[in-house]
């Protein structure tokens, strides 16, 4: 497969996950790329008020990464030009009873983007081959046990549950994206630092961060797993350097862009029945008194 970006995780797993980027090979302007951000989102927002015209399809995009690698901030900055009528974001924590009482697609795909909409997971059923790959205990509240004699074949048959699922959306006209933010375990150190430093940033760290920092080569496993496993033709891994905030966005809302400009959503047609009832209604009101 050829890739449309230079970030594009190939399908069939032929990738060396070690030499992924945590930071652009250039040095970069932020100013520069501010401004070029801006066009970028410019753009999504007319594309996105066609493709929710259109009605036809859908747009979901999933972000996955480890804890400060910049989801939300990337979230609000690609999206702040796009009509909220026209996506919805959902972010997945801990899992409810309810949702847990339920296989572990579940609880996502209630959430996906109706048609005309762009659909947003701030973290996702990847949860299930991610963090729970890490901490296996978490199982138990799904009172399901990893077969001793086969731990492979679990988490290969989850990937092949996610591979269908993605398939049968894009057959069903739901264009799916997603990204992998990879930010640097030094580049993590310094926001941690930078959230218990500053007072207004206090909130956003939780000593649980560190025990789950602690883990860091066991998630780069999982997430090498992943992107191995689940980078298809139908849902592509975007693999994106994180380290540099304003870059990232740049580049996650180039790829949203030339998606969007690839689907070519068109606003409907008019038939001539409707156009002579829109004249018959602009005489009505031209002859108002």
């Known amino acids: 497969m050829k890739n449309n ?4 995780v190939p399908s069939g797993g032929n ?5 992924l980027s945590s930071s652009p090979s250039k040095k970069t302007d932020k100013k520069a790329l501010k401004k070029q951000l801006k066009k970028e989102v410019e753009a999504i927002a007319e594309l996105q008020h066609r493709l929710y015209a259109e009605d036809k ?3 979901l995009l999933v972000f996955q990464a480890m804890d400060a690698a910049g989801k939300d901030s990337t979230i ?4 702040t030009g796009v009509n909220p009528a026209g996506f919805q974001v959902f972010s997945f924590k801990q899992p409810s009873k309810e949702e847990l009482d339920h296989d572990f697609l579940w609880r996502t795909q ?3 983007p109706e048609r005309g909409r762009i659909g947003v997971f701030n973290r996702s059923y990847y949860e299930e081959v991610l963090v729970i790959k890490v901490h296996p205990e978490y199982l138990a509240g799904q009172r399901i046990e990893i077969p001793e004699d086969n731990p492979e074949g679990f988490w290969q048959d989850r990937y092949d549950s996610i591979n269908d699922a993605e398939r049968h959306l894009a057959k069903n006209g739901t264009k799916i994206l997603k990204f992998f933010l990879n930010v640097s375990k030094e580049e993590q150190k310094q926001r941690f630092l930078s959230r218990i430093h500053d007072t207004e940033k206090n909130w956003k760290f939780s000593n649980s961060d560190l025990g789950e920092r602690a883990l860091w080569d066991q998630y780069q496993q999982a997430y090498k797993d992943v992107l191995t496993q689940t980078s298809t033709d139908a849902a592509p891994w975007y693999a994106i350097p994180a380290d540099d905030k304003p870059y990232m966005r740049l580049q996650v809302a180039k790829i ?3 998606t969007l400009e690839d689907m070519d959503p068109k606003y409907p047609e008019v038939s001539e029945k409707a156009l002579a009832k ?9 002859n108002e008194s």
């Open 5 to 8: 970006n230079t970030y594009q």
């Open 15 to 19: 990738f060396d996950f070690s030499a």
């Open 57 to 59: 399809r859908a747009l």
């Open 76 to 79: 609000r900055s690609v999206l």
């Open 110 to 112: 209630c959430k996906m």
């Open 256 to 258: 949203i862009r030339k």
């Open 278 to 286: 829109l004249a018959d209604a602009e005489k009505v009101l031209n």
